[in-house]
């Protein structure tokens, strides 16, 4: 069973491009959530998906940034006229549906890191 | 906020001795979990403990939770060089549906 998978691992993007970053859950789940590590910092939760639905995006900044998690194929997080600002660890993970109201333990992916030149 | 809060920020100890990290939160919580990563690398989940939980162990980890003061302890005994790394733990709120990091601990292990 392969574990959350995180593609590209390595991003280096010019101010005012755009950043797609993907996130194949482990399977059999369908909960992904995205988190942000910006450096010598701890993750901070941006959004929650479940299949074609955002349950929580609380954590997401309000411009540029936009996260879906279609029928078919990864959750894709996008970044917008990235900035320099936006240079960070993100990590995707996933869980499985929840149980009688108690979510298990999260997966998390190797994460991708992006570079704003 | 519902954020955890670990304690040390960073933790050196020589090998083979034991190593203790707090964590503090602020709200009710269904479960908590405790993570690590290694420099550069993604998370990975150690233990996860339930509100109804007060102990629980994993090989040298070992886990406790009180929830009437609201923290948790990880400990990790007999240590090796290879634990160095940050550790983080994570509450799942109660009434919240996502998952809340900590600050991390950084811990280094000295051969």
């Known amino acids: 069973n392969a574990g959350v998978m995180q593609n590209p691992r390595h991003l280096v993007r010019r101010r005012g491009q755009e950043a797609r970053l993907r996130c194949s859950p482990m399977k059999g789940h369908s909960h992904v959530y995205w988190y942000r590590q910006l450096p010598e910092e701890g993750l901070k939760f941006m959004v929650y998906l479940q299949k074609e639905n955002i349950i929580d995006e609380s954590g997401m900044p309000k411009e540029r940034f936009s996260a879906e998690f279609p029928k078919e194929g990864p959750s894709i997080l996008r970044i917008q006229q990235v900035v320099r600002g936006d240079s960070a660890a993100y990590f995707c993970a996933s869980s499985p549906v929840a149980f009688r109201g108690v979510r298990n333990e999260q997966y998390f992916g190797p994460g991708t890191r992006l570079t704003v030149t | 906020s519902q954020q955890g809060e670990e304690d040390p920020q960073a933790l050196s100890i020589q090998e083979g001795e034991n190593a203790t990290m707090n964590c503090s939160y602020k709200?009710?919580?269904?479960?908590l979990q405790w993570y690590r990563q290694n420099s550069g690398r993604g998370l990975v989940h150690l233990i996860l403990?339930?509100?109804?939980?007060r102990e629980k162990h994993s090989g040298r980890l070992r886990v406790t939770l009180d929830t009437s003061k609201k923290s948790s302890s990880l400990l990790i005994t007999a240590s090796r060089a290879a634990d160095t790394a940050s550790y983080f733990c994570a509450t799942d709120a109660a009434s919240y549906d996502k998952v809340i990091f900590g600050p991390g601990t950084s811990l280094s292990v000295i051969p």
């Open positions: 709200t009710s919580i269904n479960n």
């Open positions: 403990i339930r509100s109804n939980e």
